[in-house]
């Protein structure tokens, strides 16, 4: 199993244009995740999913978007990228909330300038 | 929402010294305690966990313990080792989703 694979690994965009973060998991989890992480500081999630179809906000969505067709894939899209973008995102998956831990991707990092 | 404070947010010990790092949550519904070790430039990983009807759990060097009444649960981890120098995150989890505390960067010291 491949686990949580993230494209690409590295992205600087300028203020202003848009693009999306893939995020493909292999292990049939239904739950999945955007998490983003400024330097030194710990992780807050963006927007996040309990199945196919189903989304729903966390703490920072404002300037994202996802969708989730498939209980494999879950994007991220930035519409209109600002500098307070940069960041590393993380997107992860688990088997269910209650008692199953998080498997992350090994992450994407983003400038925008 | 969910709120989990993690204390310290930098910890320097001696090789061999024990480290203990606290952390506090608000929402009484979180049922899962999870912490993850994060090396420089890699991605979070799980470390140990422990679920709400267990009041401690060990492997090996590692240890959490719970305490659902006042909110907090910490993780022991004894004999460090310089590779146990990283940054360390717990989270709640419950309601669909995980909050995570700030992180604390441990450095064991040779």
């Keep these: 199993n491949a686990g ?10 300028k203020i202003g244009q848009s693009m999306t ?15 983003r992480q400024d330097p030194g500081m710990g992780l807050k999630l ?27 894939d879950f994007p991220l899209r930035l519409e209109l990228a600002a500098p307070s973008q940069t960041s590393v995102y993380f997107c992860a998956s688990s088997f269910s909330t209650t008692n199953s831990p998080l498997h992350f991707g090994n992450g994407t990092r983003l400038t925008v300038t | 929402g969910e709120n989990v404070e993690q204390h310290p947010s930098t910890l320097s010990v001696q090789e061999g010294d024990s480290a203990v790092i ?22 979070p990983q799980l470390i140990i966990d422990i679920r709400s009807n267990v009041g401690e759990k060990k492997d090996q060097r590692i240890a959490v313990t719970l305490n659902k009444t ?21 989270a709640a989890a419950g309601g669909g989703k995980s909050t995570f505390g700030d992180g604390t960067t441990l450095t064991v010291k040779p």
């Design chain 1, 46 to 72: 963006i927007y996040y999913s309990v199945g196919a179809g189903i989304t729903d906000k966390g703490e920072v969505p404002n300037g994202y978007n996802v969708s989730r067709s498939t209980t494999e």
């Design chain 1, 21 to 35: 973060l893939q995020c493909t998991q292999d292990m049939n989890h239904n739950y999945m995740y955007w998490y």
């Design chain 1, 4 to 13: 949580v694979t993230q494209t690409p690994k590295f992205r600087i965009l």
């Design chain 2, 22 to 43: 606290k952390c506090t949550y608000s929402d009484s519904a979180s049922n899962y305690f999870p912490w993850y070790k994060q090396e420089l430039g890699k991605r």
């Design chain 2, 70 to 90: 006042a909110k907090h649960f910490s993780l022991h981890i004894t004999e460090t080792q310089p590779e146990d120098s990283a940054v360390y995150f717990c």
